[in-house]
């Protein structure tokens, strides 16, 4: 536990290097800050870059490693299956089909 808390201090950018004693240390420590916040855009920049221009490739070998496994045709047909809209429609054409066959065994058989 004790270095997951060194990594977190080093990764933190508030973390000051020095005491600031005077104008010139707290000058300094802006200077430090604002070259980091430079450095961290920077990343966050290029990683959105790489995202944008990856995007397609990165979410289609997610859905494979997640189909690991499964065949990738019961992956995409499991995911269909469920859909909302997708159930909603099986539903109605179950109810509209139990209607028609209750409609039929009325009028071939007499009952009802």
Known sequence: MKKVRTNHQKNNVMKIKKPIRNITSLEREIYRLELESRRLEDKIG?????????????????????????????????????????????QSVAANITERLAAWVKRKFGKG
């Open 46 to 90: 290029d990683n959105y870059k790489y995202l944008k221009s990856n995007f397609p490739s990165l979410i289609a070998g997610s859905a494979f490693r997640y189909a690991a496994g499964k065949s990738v045709k019961w992956t995409i047909l499991e995911s269909i299956w469920k859909n909302e809209k997708v159930q909603d429609g099986v």
